[in-house]
């Protein structure tokens, strides 16, 4: 993976994890209250109610607790959100189609559009709160189905005052929700700036150290057995020093493409320092890695680089191989491949070192 491809991997669930704790503390605490309130009336108000409401109250209590306990089972918060709130929304509508107590249910319906908002955030909490909105209107204003009558005055204050919180509470909910995304996308952005070689747009050392090895660690059969290319840039001082610092910049960039139009999407690729880069290979030996490396030399040593209109310049590279079975086998493996990499310069550059060469070398000779 190359730059953006690699670090879209990148992500700041921490972010997210927050709105998603602000919301569960929500949902507890609101529904914590229902469930007290909604007690405290079905014993004070037994013998006032209508049983079809006390009926309806005790059922509601049940069923938040039921949902509280599935979420701790299956923790799919927006579901049970939406079933508690639901359940509310109806007992808000059934206490405003019987009046309550001294027909004041109407006031009860205040807290909604702001619990609403808050736990489940804009898109559904909108729908939500669209229907007890339209739903408390037919009741109060559409045709009679046997409710209770409020006096006209009551009605008119009421829809005031409710129509006037639910716009601010969509108004703090809409620029909260915008807040809240434009400073995930900053996080992001610096997160990845952080992990990203600026010149090449390769994934650097920290990307690898703070991302890759721990992933490796959570799913090591996605990347293990790994085989490690450490590659650097034969003769680099001397290109800047003839052709200048632009070109040798212009010659890395060119390097990181080879890199990317040799190798797997789903291979590592990081600039590790200076015109020194690291490969990591996913689900590779070193026989394999070693074949991988041998074509990767070849691309580049004939790869020509263009210095002006009437001139090319060629590079080439010495890479040294390490295996990883393991994550914490990372830095052995690095000064490993280092070693190699020694060997491959002192044998005149432009060369491949790795266990298997050698291996292959010793068995020629014998």
């Not at 027909?103 to 939500?128: D, E, H, I, K, Q």
């Not at 990883?324 to 190699?340: E, P, W």
């Amino acid at each position: 993976m190359k730059g953006p491809k690699a670090l879209n991997a990148i992500n700041i669930n921490h972010v997210y994890l927050a709105d998603k704790q602000r919301r569960v503390f929500s949902l507890f605490t609101m529904s914590f209250i229902a469930v007290l309130l909604i007690s405290a009336l079905v014993v004070a108000n037994f013998y006032i109610y209508a049983p079809i409401l006390t009926v309806m109250l005790i059922v509601s209590d049940i069923t938040i607790v039921t949902c509280l306990y599935y979420y701790f089972r299956t923790g799919m918060l927006v579901i049970i959100t939406s079933i508690i709130l639901v359940i509310i929304a109806l007992l808000c509508i059934a206490l405003v189609y019987t009046g309550g107590k001294d027909n004041t249910a109407l006031y009860w319906l205040m807290f909604y559009p702001v619990v609403t908002f808050v736990c489940l955030g804009l898109r559904n909490g909108s729908l939500l709160v669209g229907l007890i909105y339209v739903s408390v209107l037919v009741l109060l204003y559409g045709p009679d189905i046997s409710q209770v009558h409020y006096r006209e005055v009551e009605k008119s204050r009421f829809f005031a005052a409710f129509t006037v919180l639910v716009l601010l509470s969509f108004i703090s909910e809409f620029f909260r929700n915008k807040s809240h995304q434009q400073i995930a996308d900053i996080t992001l952005l610096e997160k990845q700036d952080a992990l990203t070689d600026p010149l090449t747009g390769l994934a650097n050392r920290r990307y690898i150290i703070d991302y890759v090895l721990p992933q490796c660690d959570k799913n090591p059969q996605v990347y293990l057995p790994m085989a490690l290319l450490l590659i650097d840039l034969d003769n680099f001082k001397a290109l800047n020093d003839s052709y200048g610092h632009d070109f040798g910049d212009q010659a890395l960039l060119a390097f990181s493409d080879m890199l990317d139009e040799q190798l797997r999407i789903s291979d590592i690729k990081a600039r590790f320092g200076g015109e020194e880069f690291i490969v990591l290979l996913l689900k590779t030996d070193i026989e394999q890695a070693s074949r991988v490396a041998d074509k990767v030399r070849a691309y580049v040593a004939n790869k020509a680089i263009p210095y002006n209109i009437s001139q090319s310049v060629h590079i080439s590279c010495s890479i040294g191989i390490s295996d990883i079975l393991h994550s914490s086998q990372f830095h052995k493996a690095v000064k490993q491949a280092d070693r190699y990499l020694y060997k491959a310069k002192a044998a005149g550059r432009n060369q491949v070192m790795s266990s298997y060469h050698a291996a292959k070398k010793s068995a020629r000779q014998t």
